[in-house]
Protein backbone atom coordinates (compact mmCIF):
# COMPACT_ATOMS: atom_id res chain seq x y z
CA UNK A 1 0.00 0.00 0.00
CA UNK A 2 0.91 3.66 -0.65
CA UNK A 3 2.16 5.62 2.30
CA UNK A 4 0.33 8.65 3.25
CA UNK A 5 1.30 11.45 5.47
CA UNK A 6 -1.03 13.73 7.71
CA UNK A 7 -0.55 16.78 10.06
CA UNK A 8 -0.76 15.03 13.86
CA UNK A 9 -3.21 17.57 14.89
CA UNK A 10 -5.44 20.50 13.68
CA UNK A 11 -7.79 23.08 15.24
CA UNK A 12 -10.67 24.30 13.45
CA UNK A 13 -13.73 26.84 14.96
CA UNK A 14 -17.35 25.15 14.95
CA UNK A 15 -19.53 26.22 12.12
CA UNK A 16 -16.14 26.21 9.78
CA UNK A 17 -14.92 24.15 7.39
CA UNK A 18 -12.11 21.53 8.34
CA UNK A 19 -9.75 21.04 5.31
CA UNK A 20 -7.87 17.90 6.65
CA UNK A 21 -4.59 17.11 3.75
CA UNK A 22 -3.31 14.21 3.19
CA UNK A 23 -0.32 13.58 0.91
CA UNK A 24 0.09 10.41 -0.92
CA UNK A 25 3.07 10.86 -3.63
CA UNK A 26 3.86 7.08 -4.40
CA UNK A 27 -0.06 5.90 -5.21
CA UNK A 28 -0.38 3.71 -8.46
CA UNK A 29 -3.00 4.24 -10.42
CA UNK A 30 -5.27 1.44 -9.39
CA UNK A 31 -5.01 2.57 -5.46
CA UNK A 32 -7.97 4.14 -4.12
CA UNK A 33 -8.01 7.24 -1.42
CA UNK A 34 -10.01 6.42 1.53
CA UNK A 35 -10.90 8.48 4.73
CA UNK A 36 -12.12 7.16 7.99
CA UNK A 37 -12.35 8.47 11.29
CA UNK A 38 -12.37 7.63 15.25
CA UNK A 39 -14.45 9.49 17.83
CA UNK A 40 -12.54 8.39 21.12
CA UNK A 41 -13.12 4.82 22.52
CA UNK A 42 -14.90 4.02 19.47
CA UNK A 43 -14.59 2.16 16.59
CA UNK A 44 -13.24 3.65 13.03
CA UNK A 45 -15.82 5.16 10.84
CA UNK A 46 -16.27 5.30 6.88
CA UNK A 47 -16.59 9.00 5.98
CA UNK A 48 -15.26 8.60 2.00
CA UNK A 49 -13.66 7.42 -0.85
CA UNK A 50 -12.31 8.13 -3.92
CA UNK A 51 -9.96 7.54 -7.09
CA UNK A 52 -9.11 10.60 -9.18
CA UNK A 53 -12.61 12.12 -9.33
CA UNK A 54 -14.03 14.82 -6.45
CA UNK A 55 -16.88 12.81 -4.37
CA UNK A 56 -19.32 14.14 -1.96
CA UNK A 57 -21.68 12.23 0.25
CA UNK A 58 -23.56 14.03 3.15
CA UNK A 59 -20.57 13.26 5.74
CA UNK A 60 -17.77 14.96 3.39
CA UNK A 61 -16.49 15.90 0.00
CA UNK A 62 -13.00 14.17 -0.91
CA UNK A 63 -10.87 16.60 -3.75
CA UNK A 64 -8.20 14.82 -5.04
CA UNK A 65 -5.44 16.56 -7.09
CA UNK A 66 -5.13 16.14 -10.30
CA UNK A 67 -1.70 13.91 -10.50
CA UNK A 68 -3.32 12.29 -7.30
CA UNK A 69 -0.14 12.58 -5.30
CA UNK A 70 -2.69 14.54 -2.71
CA UNK A 71 -6.34 14.87 -1.26
CA UNK A 72 -8.07 17.16 1.14
CA UNK A 73 -10.94 15.56 3.20
CA UNK A 74 -13.44 18.69 3.76
CA UNK A 75 -16.18 18.59 6.90
CA UNK A 76 -18.08 21.77 5.45
CA UNK A 77 -19.64 22.92 8.84
CA UNK A 78 -17.84 21.38 11.40
CA UNK A 79 -19.60 20.51 14.80
CA UNK A 80 -17.79 19.71 18.13
CA UNK A 81 -19.11 16.07 17.29
CA UNK A 82 -16.60 16.08 14.72
CA UNK A 83 -13.89 15.80 17.22
CA UNK A 84 -12.00 12.58 16.26
CA UNK A 85 -8.69 11.61 14.88
CA UNK A 86 -9.22 11.41 10.61
CA UNK A 87 -7.34 8.37 8.98
CA UNK A 88 -5.91 8.89 5.01
CA UNK A 89 -5.87 5.44 3.61
CA UNK A 90 -4.78 4.27 0.42
CA UNK A 91 -4.99 1.07 -1.12
CA UNK A 92 -6.18 -1.17 -4.12
CA UNK A 93 -9.40 -2.16 -4.39
CA UNK A 94 -9.68 -5.77 -3.62
CA UNK A 95 -12.18 -7.91 -5.19
CA UNK A 96 -15.22 -9.56 -3.38
CA UNK A 97 -13.73 -12.97 -2.82
CA UNK A 98 -10.07 -11.58 -1.62
CA UNK A 99 -8.88 -10.96 1.78
CA UNK A 100 -7.21 -7.84 2.87
CA UNK A 101 -6.87 -5.51 5.18
CA UNK A 102 -6.29 -1.55 5.76
CA UNK A 103 -3.29 -0.14 7.24
CA UNK A 104 -3.76 2.74 9.68
CA UNK A 105 -1.07 5.59 10.44
CA UNK A 106 -1.93 7.78 13.08
CA UNK A 107 -3.98 10.11 11.03
CA UNK A 108 -5.08 13.81 12.42
CA UNK A 109 -6.41 14.87 15.31
CA UNK A 110 -8.94 17.04 14.56
CA UNK A 111 -9.76 19.32 17.45
CA UNK A 112 -13.19 21.62 16.65
CA UNK A 113 -13.36 24.74 19.38
CA UNK A 114 -16.77 26.08 20.59
CA UNK B 1 -28.78 -3.78 7.23
CA UNK B 2 -25.62 -5.30 8.72
CA UNK B 3 -24.77 -4.89 11.93
CA UNK B 4 -21.50 -5.90 14.03
CA UNK B 5 -21.19 -6.67 17.67
CA UNK B 6 -18.28 -7.04 20.08
CA UNK B 7 -18.59 -7.62 23.34
CA UNK B 8 -17.44 -7.26 26.47
CA UNK B 9 -16.21 -3.43 25.92
CA UNK B 10 -14.17 -3.40 28.90
CA UNK B 11 -11.92 -6.16 30.18
CA UNK B 12 -9.49 -6.13 33.02
CA UNK B 13 -7.38 -9.71 33.10
CA UNK B 14 -4.47 -10.42 34.87
CA UNK B 15 -1.29 -11.56 33.68
CA UNK B 16 -1.43 -15.26 32.72
CA UNK B 17 -5.40 -15.51 32.27
CA UNK B 18 -6.95 -16.69 29.12
CA UNK B 19 -8.54 -14.35 27.21
CA UNK B 20 -12.24 -14.90 24.94
CA UNK B 21 -13.24 -11.77 22.67
CA UNK B 22 -16.32 -12.18 20.52
CA UNK B 23 -17.07 -10.89 17.56
CA UNK B 24 -20.67 -11.39 15.59
CA UNK B 25 -22.01 -9.87 12.44
CA UNK B 26 -25.43 -9.75 10.87
CA UNK B 27 -27.44 -9.06 8.12
CA UNK B 28 -24.42 -10.51 5.23
CA UNK B 29 -23.48 -13.95 4.89
CA UNK B 30 -20.03 -15.11 3.96
CA UNK B 31 -17.90 -11.59 4.91
CA UNK B 32 -14.19 -10.93 5.14
CA UNK B 33 -13.55 -10.18 8.94
CA UNK B 34 -10.82 -8.80 10.66
CA UNK B 35 -9.07 -8.40 14.35
CA UNK B 36 -7.59 -5.17 14.84
CA UNK B 37 -5.44 -4.06 17.80
CA UNK B 38 -4.86 -0.51 18.57
CA UNK B 39 -1.91 0.02 21.20
CA UNK B 40 -2.13 3.83 23.12
CA UNK B 41 -1.36 6.36 21.23
CA UNK B 42 -0.68 4.56 18.17
CA UNK B 43 -2.44 3.81 14.81
CA UNK B 44 -4.58 0.24 14.10
CA UNK B 45 -2.55 -2.99 13.78
CA UNK B 46 -4.45 -5.86 11.77
CA UNK B 47 -3.77 -9.04 13.57
CA UNK B 48 -5.89 -11.51 11.51
CA UNK B 49 -8.40 -12.12 8.93
CA UNK B 50 -10.57 -14.32 7.43
CA UNK B 51 -11.94 -14.98 4.22
CA UNK B 52 -14.50 -18.00 5.86
CA UNK B 53 -14.96 -20.51 8.52
CA UNK B 54 -11.90 -22.07 9.59
CA UNK B 55 -10.02 -19.73 8.00
CA UNK B 56 -7.45 -17.49 9.32
CA UNK B 57 -4.60 -16.04 8.36
CA UNK B 58 -2.11 -14.01 10.71
CA UNK B 59 -0.55 -10.77 10.07
CA UNK B 60 1.66 -10.38 13.03
CA UNK B 61 3.07 -13.13 14.97
CA UNK B 62 1.88 -12.89 18.76
CA UNK B 63 0.39 -14.33 21.87
CA UNK B 64 -2.82 -14.27 20.43
CA UNK B 65 -5.29 -16.45 18.03
CA UNK B 66 -8.34 -16.16 16.25
CA UNK B 67 -10.92 -18.76 14.81
CA UNK B 68 -13.83 -18.33 13.27
CA UNK B 69 -16.19 -21.24 13.94
CA UNK B 70 -19.51 -19.74 12.04
CA UNK B 71 -19.79 -18.14 9.16
CA UNK B 72 -21.03 -14.70 10.81
CA UNK B 73 -18.51 -15.34 14.40
CA UNK B 74 -15.23 -14.51 14.68
CA UNK B 75 -13.23 -15.12 18.11
CA UNK B 76 -9.47 -13.44 19.17
CA UNK B 77 -8.31 -15.82 22.19
CA UNK B 78 -5.23 -15.90 24.05
CA UNK B 79 -3.86 -19.02 26.72
CA UNK B 80 -1.73 -16.49 28.55
CA UNK B 81 -2.14 -13.08 28.61
CA UNK B 82 0.90 -10.75 28.81
CA UNK B 83 1.04 -6.78 29.98
CA UNK B 84 1.86 -6.11 26.21
CA UNK B 85 -1.54 -7.57 25.26
CA UNK B 86 -3.22 -4.28 26.26
CA UNK B 87 -4.60 -1.89 23.72
CA UNK B 88 -8.26 -1.53 22.34
CA UNK B 89 -9.06 -4.61 19.83
CA UNK B 90 -11.64 -3.60 17.23
CA UNK B 91 -13.06 -6.21 15.16
CA UNK B 92 -14.01 -5.32 11.35
CA UNK B 93 -15.95 -6.90 8.37
CA UNK B 94 -15.97 -6.00 4.66
CA UNK B 95 -18.30 -5.04 2.53
CA UNK B 96 -19.79 -2.47 0.12
CA UNK B 97 -19.68 1.01 0.64
CA UNK B 98 -20.80 2.46 -2.70
CA UNK B 99 -20.80 1.31 -6.79
CA UNK B 100 -19.65 -1.81 -6.20
CA UNK B 101 -16.74 -0.72 -3.75
CA UNK B 102 -15.79 -2.21 -0.35
CA UNK B 103 -15.30 -0.48 2.70
CA UNK B 104 -14.65 -1.49 6.52
CA UNK B 105 -17.65 -1.30 8.72
CA UNK B 106 -15.82 -1.99 12.71
CA UNK B 107 -17.34 -3.19 16.05
CA UNK B 108 -17.37 -0.62 19.11
CA UNK B 109 -14.27 -2.57 20.53
CA UNK B 110 -12.95 -4.06 23.49
CA UNK B 111 -10.52 -1.88 25.77
CA UNK B 112 -8.56 -4.53 27.48
CA UNK B 113 -6.45 -3.74 30.10
CA UNK B 114 -4.06 -6.35 31.01
CA UNK B 115 -2.52 -6.01 34.92
Known amino acids: DAKTTQPTSMDCAEGRAANLPCNHS???????VYWYRQIHSQGPQYIIH???NNETNEMASLIITEDRKSSTLILPHATLRDTAVYYC???????????????FGKGTHLIIQP | SQTIHQWPATLVQPVGSPLSLECTVE??????LYWYRQAAGRGLQLLFY??????ISSEVPQNLSASRPQDRQFILSSKKLLLSDSGFYLC??????????????FGSGTRLTVV
Open chain 2, 92 to 105: AWRGRVRRGNYGYT
Open chain 1, 26 to 32: TISGNEY
Open chain 1, 50 to 52: GLK
Open chain 1, 89 to 103: IVRAQVSGGGADGLT
Open chain 2, 27 to 32: GTSNPN
Open chain 2, 50 to 55: SVGIGQ
